[in-house]
């Protein structure tokens, strides 16, 4: 049979016709049809032929039953520009009246320069929400910007925080009549040191000190007096001390040396302006103790009125100083409102 199959399949077409090829497959065809291939070769079920079928169940599956995946737009990720206007707008609103409130706060304490400065961030604030047409950005930009002059005027009103500072080292004093005043000026109190300081001078004024209360109250005097000419003197030298290392340091070719230092310095020196208010009050508790040491009360009086007014103005810088600091964090709370995602629409 064998023999006879592939003697036909390699049968060349033109033999096909001729008796000997019509012979050879005729012969060929009877022979196979005796065979029963379909009792040899069951078709049988089994598991294993419907493997083939799982992947094409599971896909039926996923697109009958499992929704579409829908590519989020980036458009549509942020919020939309109407609502965003909004949100800007609810909190530039918000801003604008705690400005307000700072701005009368500073007008009810005199406080001038605070005032025009709230003043200016309240016009600053006009159509924020339109300048920004919507844009979370542009809108950040102009919160900056206000940002930015606010901190301008706080690097103006730090001699304050350093006076407060080096008037730790006002301890130790001799007991007397000026035991509040030195304490309060310890602490950084201006404002409680300024009340002492009028009441010792209307002592003073009326003959209310004895002979033994203006002996202490002029060694008082002296040694706070000493104490800030000692701050001032010490600063002096450091900034001479470090201005001698740097030249050191730039002969010896240590430019990296010489920078680190030269920094060191600028720092000193932005500190000038609150000794030189040091420098000025010792003269003035100096000059207070002469004057009582002479017994001309009326002039110590008057030198610790004037010092009155010194105190004055540091208290009102501290009030100022605190006013900034509450505005930055209000301008730092708009910033946030603007940038939450839950807040869209202005809620």
């Given amino acids: ?14 033999d096909f016709d001729t008796e000997a090829g019509q012979a050879l497959v ?16 069951r078709v049988r079920s089994s598991w294993q032929a419907l493997l083939p079928l799982i992947p094409a169940v599971l896909v039926f599956v996923l697109a009958m039953f499992v929704p579409n995946a829908v590519k989020k ?6 919020a939309n520009p109407v609502d965003v206007k909004a949100q800007i707008k609810t909190a ?30 309240e016009h600053g604030l006009d159509g924020m929400h339109e300048k920004s047409e919507g844009d979370r950005k542009k809108a950040m930009v102009e919160l900056n910007n206000l ?34 005043l030195a304490d309060a ?9 300024g009340d002492e300081l009028n009441k010792l001078a209307e002592k003073m004024k009326n003959g209310e000190l ?24 010490a600063h002096e030298q450091a900034k001479q001390d470090l201005q001698d290392q740097i030249e050191k340091a730039k002969q010896e070719g240590d430019l990296a040396k010489a920078g680190q230092l030269q920094e060191k310095l600028e720092q000193l020196q932005q500190q000038q302006p609150a000794m030189d ?36 103005d540091l208290q009102q810088m501290e009030d100022e100083l605190e006013m900034l600091e509450d505005a930055m964090e209000q301008i730092a709370d708009a910033k946030d409102a603007m940038n939450c995602k839950e807040c869209e629409g202005g809620g």
């Fill in 92 to 121: 530039e609103e918000d801003l604008r009246k705690r400005i307000a409130e700072r701005r009368k706060e500073a007008e009810e304490n005199g406080l001038k320069e605070a005032e025009d400065l709230f003043n200016k961030l």
């Fill in 147 to 180: 940002a930015k002059q606010i901190k301008d005027r706080q690097q103006l009103l730090k001699d304050s925080e350093q006076i407060k500072k080096q008037m730790n080292n006002l301890k130790d004093l001799n007991k007397g009549p000026a035991d509040k």
């Fill in 73 to 78: 737009d980036d458009g549509a990720a942020q």
């Fill in 26 to 41: 005729s012969d060929a065809v009877r022979r196979v049809e005796r065979l029963d291939v379909g009792d040899q070769f």
């Fill in 1 to 14: 049979l064998k023999e006879r199959v592939s003697s036909t399949l390699s049968v060349a077409p033109e």
């Fill in 277 to 312: 208010k040091l420098q000025e009050m010792a003269n003035q508790l100096g000059q207070a103790a002469q004057n009582m040491q002479q017994g001309d009360q009326q002039a110590a009086a008057d030198q610790l009125a004037d010092m009155q007014e010194q105190l004055q």
């Fill in 185 to 193: 000026l310890k602490d950084g109190n201006f404002e409680q040191a």
């Fill in 210 to 233: 004895n002979e033994e209360e203006q002996q202490q109250l002029q060694q008082q005097m002296e040694q706070m007096q000493e104490k800030l000419q000692q701050l001032k003197d």
